[in-house]
């Protein structure tokens, strides 16, 4: 009896936990230069469980990541176990000028991983700036809802919507979201990933 009731205990401790969602990025995701609470995927949480939405974010950016290294560090995460993978990877991949071909085969090995696995992938468009030139910047913007159709995704049309380019958003550097800019991103990704969990 004893070990039915543990049983019991430990399978609603782990239930009490929610879905947990894995934010696979790079800087962006990461908050670079910001206090960890201060990323998009921190605030998610708390938005989240205040509105008592039980859930369990793995924040999985790291500054300079590209889709190729993000693939070598997804077995890692995996053993997380995540209901959800938000992919923000690919930004590095653009400002770099790395062959649009090998980003799709990266990001879409990393879907097709998770998927393997039951997760739900969620894929974040990402833009390059207007100097990039054409048409690397348009085809690098049409690779997100590419990849999304193929593979059946729901897609963040562009992470950085409103955030990008705007001066009061961004660290000096005129890059990376300051605390302000990752609210706007946050709510941004809550558009597509709430209704997910």
């Known amino acids: 009896?004893?070990?039915?009731?543990?049983?019991?205990?430990?399978?609603?401790?782990?239930?009490?936990?929610?879905?947990?969602?894995?934010?696979?990025?790079?800087?962006?995701?990461?908050?670079?230069?910001?206090?960890?609470?201060?990323?998009?995927?921190?605030?998610?949480?708390?938005?989240?469980?205040?509105?008592?939405?039980?859930v369990k974010v793995i924040n999985g950016g790291v500054s300079g990541a590209t889709s190729a290294s993000g693939l070598?560090?997804?077995?890692?995460?995996?053993?997380?176990?995540?209901?959800?993978?938000?992919?923000a990877l690919g930004a590095n991949d653009g400002l770099r000028g790395l062959k649009l071909t090998e980003t799709e085969k990266n990001l879409s090995t990393v879907v097709e991983k998770a998927q393997s696995k039951g997760i739900l992938v969620i894929i974040a468009g990402m833009k390059m700036p207007t100097n990039y030139g054409e048409p690397y910047r348009t085809d690098f913007e049409n690779l997100f809802p590419k990849i999304a159709k193929k593979y059946k995704l729901k897609i963040i049309p562009f992470l950085l919507e409103g955030v990008g380019s705007v001066p009061s958003l961004n660290l000096p550097d005129g890059i990376h979201p300051n605390p302000k800019g990752h609210e706007i991103m946050a709510k941004t990704v809550l558009k597509v990933l709430e209704p997910e969990l």
């Not at 947990?20 to 910001?34: A, C, I, P, R």
């Not at 997804?74 to 053993?79: E, R």
């Open 1 to 54: 009896m004893k070990k039915y009731f543990l049983i019991f205990i430990l399978l609603s401790s782990f239930c009490a936990w929610g879905d947990t969602v894995l934010f696979l990025g790079d800087s962006l995701t990461e908050g670079y230069q910001l206090d960890k609470e201060d990323a998009y995927p921190a605030v998610i949480e708390r938005t989240l469980k205040a509105k008592k939405i039980k």
């Open 72 to 87: 070598k560090r997804l077995d890692w995460y995996l053993k997380g176990k995540p209901d959800i993978m938000v992919l």
